[in-house]
């Protein structure tokens, strides 16, 4: 009985650990597929974020598919938090009317942007990586096109949003080239 409850937590284990390992081969060759395709990816970056949410989820990540829903979720939990700090950026008095007005802009770009990262997400579930495409290519402009219009109206010509940008940037790039290599375009 002894043997059997050990060989039972041995093969537990090890199937634990076999899942764990799988799961970063799996973020590690696709990130790599993904910074080859795509020179402005970080191949650092994108095995950082996946692999801290991955290990979060139980189970693991075991495709290509998992790994771009994950990127969906944190593209969408990182708009929201740009939506905050939008909102505390807001409330600078001493703003004047144009960056005042710019803010309002990004909020209702980044808006749109979590609701068509919902879109996105089940448009993956169910399989219609045409409408995801378009999705990820228009969320991409919008938060360009905040991150430039604040640049311009901002104090020092430096966008308040550029980290967050980068960063929100970088998660819809690597979302992008994991639909192609999904969609083998």
């Not at 795509?38 to 495709?63: G, Q, W």
């Not at 598919?65 to 990182?78: A, C, Q, R, V, W």
Request: aromatic content about 10%; charged content about 20%; overall charge negative.
């Amino acid at each position: 009985m002894r043997f059997a409850l050990n060989g039972s937590l041995i093969f537990i284990v090890s199937l634990f650990l076999f899942q764990s390992s799988n799961g970063s081969e799996l973020i590690s060759k696709n990130c790599k597929e993904a910074s080859n395709r795509d020179p402005r990816i970080m191949y650092d970056f994108c095995v950082a974020c996946l692999e801290e949410a991955s290990s979060k989820l139980h189970p693991p990540p075991t495709n290509l598919e998992d790994l771009l829903g994950i990127l969906i979720t944190i593209s969408k939990n990182n708009a929201t938090n740009v939506l905050s700090i939008i909102s505390e950026l807001s409330k600078d008095k001493s703003l004047d009317k144009f960056a005042l007005l710019t803010l309002q802009e990004c909020s209702g770009l980044y808006d749109q942007g979590v609701f068509y990262l919902d879109n996105v997400a089940g448009n993956l579930k169910s399989k219609v990586f045409n409408n995801v495409d378009m999705d990820l290519s228009g969320i991409r402009t919008f938060s360009l096109v905040c991150n430039e219009d604040l640049s311009s109206k901002w104090r020092g010509g430096i966008s308040p949003l550029s980290k967050e940008y980068q960063i929100f940037d970088q998660l819809l790039g690597i979302s992008y080239v994991f639909l192609k290599i999904i969609t083998k375009t």
